[in-house]
């Protein structure tokens, strides 16, 4: 070019030199403001004339609203179904939860490759994190409801049961105590977790010697009644009590560890239907207010 010797350039009508620009139409961006730049650049060579029009862009953020944001927050909202879900449908809640990430990995990708890469964090990448983190979170606490109802919790029903098995086995060694005037024996009522019903009850006590059964909410008589006592032993009708208690209290122990306590398990969905709603709505209305403003 030619220096400043040679030529010299200037803005033809100032600062209204360029006009229409108003009129401008971008896709992804609104035209803020314009400035005309006039300016000598200096070089080895000598001293050049420069004209420039600079542009001040606004992105507009309705196409992200509703390709990025709007899609985001229902597939984090989509996630909590899964504390409705009830609790040993694993297949539909894990099923839920990778749908979920997988999703959102998809979303926070196909952005990636939309917008310039640049070396610090955006503003919708921030965002799509915090999403990303609640999504995740909504299956990691199916993963400990997993845990509690299917590893700890039974293991937990399992040590119970055992020692208190032990103290039964212990308690029910005969005792002229629970001996009743016409020498019935009396069996003390068996603190069974999950209840049993009084037909199965009934099943589990059958005696093919012509027994008879009855028994009331506190506590089991076991009576001889169409034998005659002079017949049977005392050590034969011992042991013939001795093997229905020990059948009782296995069936009980059985229950026990197959049915676990539930109100971990319900007590975590329940809170968890809580807190992810409130401390997402906060994570919103913290990036929001930030970033617009």
Known sequence: GYTTDDIEFYWRGGHNAVT???????????????????????????SYPRLSLSFKLKRNIGYFILQTYMPSILITILSWVSFWINYDASAARVALGITTVLTMTTINTHLRETLPKIP???????????????????????????YIFFGRGPQRQK????????ANNEKMLMDPNKMDSHENILLGTLDIKNEMGPSELALGLNDPRNTMLTYDSSTLQYRKAGLARHNFGRNALERHVSQKKSRLRRRASQLKINIPDLTDVNSIDKWSRIIFPTVFSLFNIIYWLYYVN
């Not at 955006?122 to 999403?131: E, F, R, S, W």
């Not at 040590?159 to 032990?166: F, G, Q």
Request: proline share 2%.
């Open 20 to 46: 229409g620009v108003e009129r401008i139409e971008l896709p992804q961006f609104s035209i803020v403001d314009h400035k005309l730049i006039s300016k000598n650049v200096v070089f080895s060579t000598g």
């Open 120 to 146: 610090y964090v955006k503003a919708i990448d921030m965002y799509l994190m915090g999403c990303f983190v609640f999504v995740f979170l909504a299956l990691l606490e199916y993963a400990l409801v997993n």
């Open 159 to 166: 040590k119970a049961a055992e020692k208190m098995s032990t």
